[in-house]
C-alpha cells in the first residue's frame, strides 16, 4: 500500500510532536541524526520492528540499534552494563558511539536478530532526543535506505528509497558527520569494534585503556557483526579506488580530496559528508563509473576508507548476493 508520507520540519516544535505521535501510535518515522538519517520504530512493539525489516528490505539476521534519548534510559534495554560502558558514556554520549552490551528480557529479540546482545547510542542532535522521549520509549532506528543502498544523509535520500513506505520524515537538513557510528561490542574483553566510526580506536583508548581491535569477521560461525556480511553503502554504479589520476579513464567521475585540474575528468570533493551524497548522485546522472583517488589523508581515516572499500568490493559482487541495511 503506498502511504503518503509526511514531510516534517525538526525545527517545528508541532512537527516533532506529530512524528513522536506518529511513533507512539506504531508508525515508521524516518529521523534525522548527526550520522545518517534512521529509520524509527518503537523498540518494545515487535510488530512494528518486522515493518522495518520489510520495507527496507533488509535480511531478518542483521540486528538493528536502539536510540534512547538518554544515556541512563540504557537501562531500559541493557542488563549487566560494565563500569567501562557509563565511563565511555560519560564522554561520548549524545554522539556517534554504539555500544553493544547484553541484551535485557524486555527487548523483543527480533530487534537483534536472535542474538542475546542489544546495540544502544544516544544520538547528538538534541531535537532528536526529544523526539524519543516525547514517543515514550526509546526507538530502533536502522539506517533509513533500501537495504544495500548508500546511508541516506539528506531528507531527499530517504524519500528516494522509502518514500510511500513510510509514516514521515523528520527533516532536519544534511547530517553533520555523514557515515554511520562507530559500533562497539562491550560484551567480550577485549572490547572490539564491529565497526569503525566517528569515533576512532585512539580515542576509545582514552577510558579503555588500550587501542580496541576491529572484529574479526573471518571464517565460520554467527558472524560478530551480522551486517558485517552483507552488501554495503553501494551505489549501482561501479567503485573503482586508484591512487593515480593517470589510470583513470577520460569522462570518467573522480572522488578526491585534493583539487584536480583536469579538461579530462569530471572531479568531485570527497569528504565523509559528501560520499553518500555523491555515490547517489553518481546512480541519477547514470555515470559509467565512479573512481575514488586514495590519498594518504583518505587512506587515514579509517571509518571512510572502510565505506569505500565495502562499496568498491559490493560493486564487483555477483547478484547473489545479499544486500544489507
Ligand atoms: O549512525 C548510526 O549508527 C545509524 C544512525 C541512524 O543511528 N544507524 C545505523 O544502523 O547505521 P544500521 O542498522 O544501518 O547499522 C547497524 C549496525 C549493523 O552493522 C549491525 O549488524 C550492527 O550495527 N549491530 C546492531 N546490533 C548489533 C549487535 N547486537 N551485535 C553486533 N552488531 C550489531
Ligand atoms: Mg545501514
Redesign the pocket.
Known sequence: MLLDTLHLDASNPADVQRAATLLAAGKLVA?P???????AARAFMPSAIEEIFRVKG?PMD????V?CATASDIELVATDIPIVAWRLLERFAPG?L?L?LH?HPRVPSIV??G?P???V?I?ALEVTRRLIALAGEPVV?????QSGRP?PTRAEHVLEDLGGSIAAILDAGPCA?G???T?L?L?AEPATI??P?AIEAADLAEILGYEPPLASHSGTGAP?????KYRHYAPRTPVFLTDSLETIPTGALVLTTAPVESDRIRARLLTRQTLYDEFRRADREQVPAIYVLITPDVRADRALMNRIEKAAVSAQRTDNTPP??
Open positions: 529521523i541524526t548527526e550520522t545518517v538519517y534512521g529509520l533488509r542483521n540486528p538493528l540499534i536510540h556517534p554504539t553493544v541484551r537483534s536478530a542474538l546482545s542489544v546495540a547510542r544520538p532506528a536502522p539506517s533509513a535506505n546511508s558527520i557515515i554511520e557510528s559500533v561490542n560484551t564491529v565497526r566510526g560478530i557483526a551480522p551486517g558485517m544489507m541495511c
